[in-house]
C-alpha cells in the first residue's frame, strides 16, 4: 500500500490492530503507546517504522510522544486508541472529571494537546446505553469543548468483511478550525442483507485445519493445504509460512466430550450427565461454519473449531479477527490470544481509515 503521508499515533495501541488496518489504508504509522509489555512487543514486531512506548499513559505527554517520534506537533494528522471508560456511576457529572477515568482522560488530554486533525475513538458497545445515553453524551462534550465535531457509530465487524459477528462503538471527531462545521461521515456497510453475502467462519480458516488435533506441528512451518476461498488468498498475501498455528493438545477425555457437540452447537447438545459435570462450561460453543464466528474474546477455552475437536490456534482466531498471515504475534500462548481477542480487526480499522483520508484530502 502506497503511503498516503498522513501520521497517525495510536494511544492503548495494543498488538496493533487499529494500527494496522490504518497502514493498510495507506497512512504512516508513527508511534504506539500501550503499557502492556506483550502487546508492545508484537507490536514493535509488526511496526518496525513506528516508536513504540511501554509505558502508563499517564506518565507521558503529547509533545514527548510527537518529539520522540520525530514529529512537530503539526505533523500529527491522526489519533486513534480505545482508551477504557470505567467511571460510569455519577449521573450528570462530565465524564473527564470521575477520578476512575484517568487513562480516558490521557486520552483527551493527548488529544487536546497535539489537536490533531481528526481522532477515532474505538469502544465497547454497552457504553452507549449506559445511563440513558448520558456517558455517550459526556465523551462527545468532552471533545467538543476541545473544538471537534464528533460523528458517533456502531458499527459491526462481518459487515465490512470481517469473518466474525463483533460489534463496537466509534468516536470521530474533525477539527473545527480545520473542517468547519463536518461531521464525519461513517463507511457504509458492503456485506449483509441485499449485500455481498458475510465471510463465513469455513472460509476463513479452512484451510488451516490440516493440523491433528493430538499433534504439536510448532510455530512456524509450510502450508499444508491451498487456499481454498477469495478470503483466505487474501489472508496469506506475502506469506510463506504458518505463524502461530501450534495446536492445543487435550486430552482424550476432552477430545471426545468436544466430539458431542456439532458445527454450530453448544454445551446443550451434550447428554444431560455431561452437562451436570465440572468437566463442561456452560460457554462452550462449537464455530458455525456457515457464519462469520462469534466474538473472538480473550479466553479461548471453551470456543472450539467448526470441525476439529479443538480450541482454535491463534492463527485461526487471528484469521477470524482479519489479521493477515504475515502479522507475528510473540509471547507465550494464552498472552498471543488474549492480543488477539483485545484487538479492533483490521479489516473494520481500514474501512474506517479509508473514509478518514478522505476527509483529510478535501
Request: proline share 6%.
Amino acid at each position: 500500500m502506497q503511503n498516503n503521508g498522513y501520521n497517525v499515533i495510536d494511544l492503548f495501541c495494543g498488538c496493533g490492530g487499529f494500527s494496522l488496518g490504518f497502514r493498510q489504508a495507506g497512512f504512516h504509522i508513527c508511534a504506539g503507546v500501550d503499557s502492556w509489555v506483550d502487546a508492545t512487543n508484537t507490536y514493535a514486531t509488526n511496526f518496525p517504522e513506528a516508536k513504540v512506548f511501554n509505558c502508563d499513559i499517564t506518565t507521558i505527554t503529547g509533545k514527548q510522544i510527537a518529539n520522540e517520534s520525530g514529529l512537530s506537533v503539526d505533523d500529527v494528522d491522526v489519533i486513534i486508541g480505545g482508551p477504557p471508560c470505567q467511571g460510569f456511576s455519577v449521573s450528570g457529572k462530565r465524564l473527564i472529571d470521575d477520578p476512575r477515568n484517568i487513562l480516558y482522560k490521557s486520552f483527551v488530554s493527548i488529544v487536546g494537546e497535539l489537536k490533531p486533525k481528526i481522532f477515532v475513538m474505538e469502544n465497547v458497545p454497552g457504553l452507549v446505553r449506559l445511563f440513558e445515553g448520558k456517558i455517550k453524551e459526556n465523551i462527545i462534550h468532552d471533545f467538543s469543548v476541545l473544538g471537534y465535531n464528533v460523528a458517533m457509530q456502531l458499527l459491526s465487524a462481518e459487515q465490512y468483511g470481517v469473518p466474525q459477528q463483533r460489534k463496537r462503538v466509534f468516536f470521530v471527531g474533525l477539527n473545527k478550525e480545520i473542517f468547519g462545521e463536518q461531521y464525519f461521515e461513517f463507511p457504509k456497510p458492503r456485506y449483509g442483507l441485499g449485500l455481498l453475502p458475510p465471510i463465513t467462519t469455513k472460509e476463513a480458516i479452512s484451510d488451516l485445519d490440516f493440523i491433528p488435533d493430538d499433534v504439536d506441528l510448532g510455530d512456524r512451518f509450510p502450508y499444508g493445504k491451498p487456499a481454498e476461498s477469495e478470503y483466505q488468498k487474501k489472508m496469506r498475501e506475502n506469506s510463506t509460512v504458518i505463524l502461530n498455528h501450534s495446536a492445543v493438545l487435550h486430552t482424550a477425555k476432552t477430545k471426545s466430550i468436544i466430539a458431542l457437540v456439532p458445527d454450530g452447537g453448544n454445551y446443550k447438545s451434550l447428554p444431560k450427565e455431561l452437562r451436570d459435570t465440572r468437566k463442561v462450561n456452560i460457554a462452550w460453543t462449537r464455530m458455525d461454519s456457515h457464519k462469520p464466528c462469534f466474538t473472538i474474546d480473550t479466553g479461548h477455552n471453551h470456543h472450539f473449531h467448526y470441525k476439529e475437536n479443538r480450541v482454535p490456534t491463534v492463527r485461526e482466531s487471528a484469521r477470524i479477527q482479519s489479521f493477515p498471515d504475515t502479522f507475528e504475534f510473540t509471547g507465550i500462548k494464552t498472552r498471543q490470544l488474549k492480543q488477539v481477542g483485545n484487538a479492533v480487526p483490521p479489516l473494520l480499522a481500514e474501512a474506517i481509515a479509508r473514509n478518514v483520508a478522505e476527509f483529510l484530502r478535501r
